[in-house]
């Protein structure tokens, strides 16, 4: 997908939404740079387990905005603990445009946010890396780097596109997982975390801990039996998720190890997130399938 594609793609969900749309329009052409990458209709998930859409993100500087309309003035309460909930979890900084004071003030709040994104890229220096739709989904990118890092928020497009960071040239891989080709003990995942067909997965909010356990309960005590005894007790989880877009994604979330303990005192595999780094391996093999 072009970087044009991209942005009328986020354009088009807010082109109902008048207020909304004048302000991410407005900040987008301000900023005038196709190094930024934004999102607009962003979710967060709270930790009251319900969820949030922030109207516009720039995933890069951290920064979300909100747009404000009449309404909001009657919600003071509920959107002070929605900010604060989102802030929590994500460390984020949250930016409001009041949009009920006319369009002068609206653009001179749109400048201060301008001026605020641009500053903040100043002070990050090497850290902010330019908007590069098809480098975020390149193996090539994180082999070059030697590593992948849950703070980058690295997602690939194919199961085979993630595992290529290990030390092989797959084609393409459909099968859920694989072992580490580099390191022993180690297995790469690609879990759905939600009930899904015979599974029962979930993660904790803070997304330090998967659940996994089979929703066969005749099955559950012999599955659990087989990892402990003979599978791999160290995982790469790459979670099957939904882009902004609504493309499946499979998008890294770490090293988790399964507490033994905890998983036979409540009946399911508990795995608990170790690393948020891995080390990648380039690769000189042929492609496979």
């Known amino acids: 997908m072009t970087k044009y594609e991209y942005i009328l793609r986020q354009f088009s969900k807010t082109n109902k ?35 949030a859409l922030t109207d516009m993100y720039f995933p890069q500087c951290k920064i979300h905005i909100e747009v404000d309309e009449s309404h909001h003035q009657f919600n003071v309460t509920n959107d002070k603990i929605r900010e604060n909930d989102i802030v ?31 500053e903040k890229r100043v002070h990050m220096k090497d850290e902010f890396v330019a908007w590069e739709p098809n480098l975020e989904v390149s193996t090539a990118t ?24 290990f030390g092989v040239n797959y084609k393409g891989w459909q099968r859920g ?26 993660i904790t909010d ?26 791999d007790k160290k995982r790469i989880v790459f979670a099957r998720v939904k882009d902004s877009l609504g493309e499946v994604m499979y998008r890294f979330m770490g090293e988790y190890h399964l507490n033994i303990y905890e998983t036979k005192a409540q009946r399911r595999l508990v795995w608990e997130r170790k690393k948020t780094r891995v080390r990648t391996y380039a690769c000189n093999l042929p492609e496979t399938t």
């Open 88 to 118: 929590n979890i994500t460390g984020h900084e949250i930016i409001r445009v009041d949009v009920t004071k006319g369009v002068e003030d609206i653009n001179l709040q749109i400048e201060k946010i301008i001026e605020m994104i641009r």
């Open 142 to 165: 994180y082999i070059e780097k030697g590593y992948i890092d849950r703070k980058d928020n690295v997602a690939f497009k194919r199961e085979s596109d993630a595992i290529n960071c």
């Open 17 to 51: 939404k008048n207020y909304e749309n004048y302000v991410v329009t407005r900040i987008w052409h301000r900023l005038d740079s196709l190094d930024y990458k934004f999102v607009t209709q962003q979710y967060v998930l709270r930790a009251n387990g319900k969820y």
């Open 206 to 231: 803070d997304e330090e801990i998967i659940y996994e356990k089979s929703m066969e309960d005749s099955k559950v005590d012999s599955h659990i039996d087989e990892i402990i005894t003979y599978r």
């Open 177 to 202: 997982g694989a072992k580490h080709p580099r390191e022993e003990g180690v297995h790469i995942w690609f879990p759905k975390l939600y009930k899904n067909g015979l599974w029962d997965n979930s």
